[in-house]
C-alpha cells in the first residue's frame, strides 16, 4: 500500500475571516518517485500573515492560491526516500513544502527545498534564519539603513518578524520602542527582547513623544492602518519608513489598508516612505544569515514561538495570527506520519 497524504486544500475563498468553509482535508496516495525527486515527511510548518494574501482572487507579489490546490507555505522536514544525490535519506530540508504531511521535493533552488545547513535546529529556518529573520534583517539594515543613536519604531512588535527587527536595531545602536496588543506582550518585548514597548490601545502618539520629542528617524511597519497615522504625525526631518506589512487590514479580500490620511506628513519632514519584499534581496542573503547567526551564537538575540500541534489546526492558527492569539512565530507541529 502507497503512503497516504493528508493535504489542507483550498475550499472557497474567503470574503472575510478564515472559517470552517475555507479550507478542506484530502487525502490521496503519494506518488511514486521519478528521477531527481525526494520525499519529504512534512514536520514543521510556518504560518506567516501573507499567507492570507494568497487565498484572494487578486496577485499580489505572488499568485493566489488555486481553489482545491494544496496550501502553499513554508515547511521544514526530513527526506524519508529520494532519487536526488543532492537529497540523501535522513537529510532535514526546509523550503515551500505545503500543508500537507509528505512533499516531493523536485530541485528548485533557493526557494524550493534546501538542506538545513549543519548545526542548526531544522525549525529555526522558519523563523530567525527564514522568512522572518531575513525580512528583519533586511528592512532594519538595507531598506532603512539603520545607524547607531536613531530613534526607531517598530509596530507589530511581539511578531515573528518585529520582535527580531526590533532586536536588530538595538543591535545596531538605535533607541528602540515597540507596539504590542497585550500586556502579555508589552512585558515579553520588554523583558525578554529588551526594548521599549507600548500597549497599542494606550495613547501611543504620547508615548512617541516621550520617547523620541525630536521625532523618530526611522519606522519598521507591520501593521498599518492608524498605527501607521501616528509615526507619520511624529516623524524627524529625514524620516525613513520601511513598509512590511498591514496586519490591521486583515489582509481580507475588500483589500489591504487605506493609505494614510495624513500621507502629506511625508512631505513635510521630507521623509521617505518604502515597501520592501525579502526575496528581492538574495544577494544579500548570505550577509544577512551570518550576522544573525553570530548574534544567536553569542545570545544576543532572542525570539518566541508558538506551537500548534496537528495539520488540521493550521487554518485556525493563520486566522489567530490576525487576532492577536500569537506571541512570536507561529508553527504548527506534525506528528511524524505512517
Not at 536588530?168 to 497585550?182: M, Q, S
Not at 532572542?302 to 490576525?322: C, D, K, M, S, Y
Request: hydrophobic share 45%; proline share 6%.
Amino acid at each position: 500500500m502507497p503512503r497516504q497524504n493528508r493535504q489542507v486544500v483550498l475550499r472557497a475563498r474567503p470574503a472575510h475571516r478564515i472559517d470552517a468553509d475555507t479550507f478542506a482535508l484530502r487525502t490521496e496516495p503519494v506518488p511514486a518517485l521519478a528521477d531527481g525527486e525526494a520525499l519529504i515527511g512534512v514536520r514543521w510548518l510556518g504560518i506567516d500573515a501573507t499567507q492570507r494574501t494568497w487565498l484572494n482572487p487578486d496577485a499580489t507579489y505572488t499568485d493566489p492560491v488555486a481553489v482545491s490546490a494544496v496550501m502553499r507555505g513554508s515547511g521544514v522536514g526530513q527526506v524519508l526516500e529520494s532519487r536526488d544525490p543532492r537529497l540523501p535519506e535522513g537529510q532535514w530540508v526546509y523550503g515551500d513544502l505545503g500543508w500537507q504531511e509528505y512533499a516531493i521535493a523536485r530541485g528548485e533552488g533557493i526557494f524550493g527545498v534546501n538542506p538545513v545547513p549543519p548545526g542548526i535546529e531544522p525549525k529555526h529556518m522558519l523563523s530567525v534564519f527564514g522568512t522572518n529573520g531575513l525580512t528583519a534583517h533586511i528592512g532594519i539594515t538595507r531598506v532603512l539603513g539603520l545607524s547607531g543613536g536613531e530613534a526607531v519604531l517598530v509596530t507589530g512588535a511581539a511578531g515573528g518578524v518585529g520582535s527580531l527587527a526590533g532586536q536588530i536595531a538595538r543591535l545596531r545602536g538605535a533607541r528602540v520602542i515597540g507596539t504590542a496588543g497585550t500586556a502579555e506582550k508589552v512585558r515579553w518585548v520588554t523583558d525578554v527582547a529588551g526594548f521599549d514597548c507600548v500597549n497599542y490601545h494606550d495613547d501611543v502618539h504620547a508615548a512617541l513623544r516621550t520617547f523620541a520629542p525630536s521625532g523618530l528617524s526611522a519606522v519598521f511597519d507591520n501593521v498599518g492602518g492608524p498605527l501607521l497615522e501616528t509615526a507619520l504625525d511624529n516623524l524627524a526631518l529625514g524620516a525613513r519608513v520601511a513598509l512590511c506589512g498591514s496586519i490591521s487590514s486583515g489582509y481580507t479580500a475588500a483589500g489591504y489598508g487605506r493609505g494614510p490620511a495624513n500621507y502629506m506628513q511625508l512631505a513635510f519632514r521630507r521623509a521617505r516612505m518604502e515597501g520592501f519584499v525579502f526575496f528581492d534581496h538574495v544577494a544579500d542573503f548570505p550577509s544577512a544569515l551570518r550576522e544573525l547567526a553570530g548574534w544567536v551564537a553569542d545570545g544576543k538575540l532572542v525570539w518566541n514561538e508558538t506551537i500548534t500541534t496537528g495539520l488540521h489546526r493550521a487554518p485556525a492558527a493563520l486566522q489567530g495570527l490576525f487576532d492577536g492569539t500569537n506571541l512570536g512565530k507561529q508553527l504548527i507541529a506534525l506528528p511524524e506520519a505512517p
